[in-house]
């Protein structure tokens, strides 16, 4: 929020246009219409916008006001009572000054502009507002257009940096996404060094979806279904017996760890004759094929779901899928040859990990391990909107 000087010059300048002033403390409707123009920055000053209340709009001076708790509960109403849609982003401070009190929402840009009150668009035109016309409207909606990004790399409204692991960056991720001379050379705070990876939003400063998944202490409480549930049946169908089940979560550097671990130290093995008096110990899997698999279904899940990556193991074949089909260009007509990217910051970073080896290459080294091992060939389910689906059958018996 602003300091007092800060707020002083706001007072002062009567020309902004990222400034409304008044001394009404009940006009809901003038709140809204306001952080309503604020929140679709038509000016695209891609910054906040400030209703003040308790100041004189003609010449800035104080108006001697005493903010109580009703104004500003009732400010804070408008943020989450659907009359602002898409739902307003705002902060709300009190300051008491020697002149008397006032109260400040700070309005964030919106990033899916148009932003209507009760149906109509406000805009800021100079220092006043009014309704966007069609054309002013169709800015907006272009606006919309060019700011539209890829969910891992969109805000995460509410979250602050303390939500993110700054130890886990600094020596886990930072280290690898950045030669050692740059690194050396860095003297940027923490949020730039973050925001440069684009695991951070400056502009309504707080870390995006990726950062979150990535570093974050708690997902899941962003995103409830961001975890990988490993579930071991006796028999061949998910009627049989559980034996084991293990949820896998929290920040996506520590969890895809987890599961490699997991993955060598429990997935079966088997022994294999190679001669009349010699065994060898030989997976029923092999491991890279599924971690490779894994790996594919975590990168291009769709986070927005509360559903989790499933990785179900039965007695013949263990099943992997994953909310969210096919995106982008990958279509069932050219997939596994053509890849698209739903979550490319999220991509890049198990990238940068080492838990990718090449780009739309996962699919292609899983059926090469596949055959080498002597399991058939992955089976896909591509075909669905909603969700895709792999399996692997276990080692043919030799």
């Known amino acids: 929020m602003l300091s007092v000087e800060e707020l002083l010059n706001m007072l002062s300048d009567l020309e902004s246009d990222r400034i409304e002033r008044t001394v009404s ?7 809204s219409e306001a952080i309503c123009a604020f929140s ?11 209703l003040i209340i308790g100041a004189e709009d003609k010449t800035g001076k104080l108006a001697g006001l005493n903010i109580s708790d009703k104004l500003l509960t009732s400010l804070a109403a408008i943020r989450n009572n659907g009359q ?16 008397g009190e006032v109260a400040v929402v700070e309005v964030f ?4 502009p ?37 969910f891992d790399v969109s805000p995460v409204f509410n979250s602050t940096l303390a939500d993110i692991n ?9 280290p690898n996404a950045i030669d050692a001379d740059t690194l050396a050379s860095n003297h940027r705070e923490i949020k730039q060094q973050l925001a440069s990876l684009r695991l951070y939003d400056l502009v309504y400063d707080c870390p995006t979806y990726a950062g979150i998944l990535l570093l974050g202490n708690n997902p899941k409480f962003y995103m409830p279904g961001a975890y990988v549930q490993y579930v071991l049946f006796s028999g061949d169908s998910m009627d049989s017996d559980v034996l084991n089940e293990v949820e896998f979560s929290g920040d996506l550097l520590s969890t895809m760890r987890q599961l490699d671990l997991f993955v060598k130290n429990n997935i079966e093995e088997r022994p294999v004759r190679v001669s009349a008096l010699k ?7 092999p491991f890279r094929a599924i971690r490779e698999l894994l790996n594919n279904a975590v990168m291009h899940r769709n986070y927005e779901s509360n559903a989790p990556v499933k990785f179900y193991e039965f007695s013949d074949r263990i099943e992997i899928s994953n909310p969210g089909g096919l995106y982008g260009s990958a279509r069932p007509d050219n997939f596994p040859h053509q890849n698209d990217y739903r979550n ?12 990718v080896n090449k780009f739309n290459r996962g699919i292609a080294t899983a059926q090469a391990e596949l055959k080498a091992n002597g399991n058939p060939p992955a089976e896909f389910i591509f075909d669905l909107p909603l969700h895709f689906s792999v399996t692997l059958r276990k080692m043919v018996a030799v």
């Not at 403390?25 to 709140?31: C, G, I």
């Not at 805009?123 to 006043?128: K, N």
């Not at 065994?279 to 899997?285: A, C, D, H, K």
């Open 109 to 112: 840009p919106s990033p899916f």
């Open 344 to 355: 490319p910051i999220i991509a890049e970073a198990l990238k940068i990990m080492g838990y």
């Open 114 to 150: 148009p932003v209507r009150y009760q149906g109509n668009v406000w805009i800021r035109v100079g220092p006043s507002k009014a309704i966007a016309n069609e054309a002013e409207e169709l800015r907006l909606i272009e606006k919309r257009t060019a700011n539209t990004r890829t």
């Open 166 to 174: 700054i130890e886990l960056f600094k020596l886990t991720y930072l």
């Open 40 to 50: 679709n920055d038509f000016p695209n000053h891609k910054q906040p916008g400030y």
């Open 84 to 99: 602002i849609l898409p739902q307003p982003s705002l902060t709300i401070q009190k300051y008491s000054l020697p002149e």
């Open 279 to 285: 065994e060898l110990m030989t997976r029923s899997y």
């Open 25 to 31: 403390e009940n006009k809901t409707d003038k709140f």
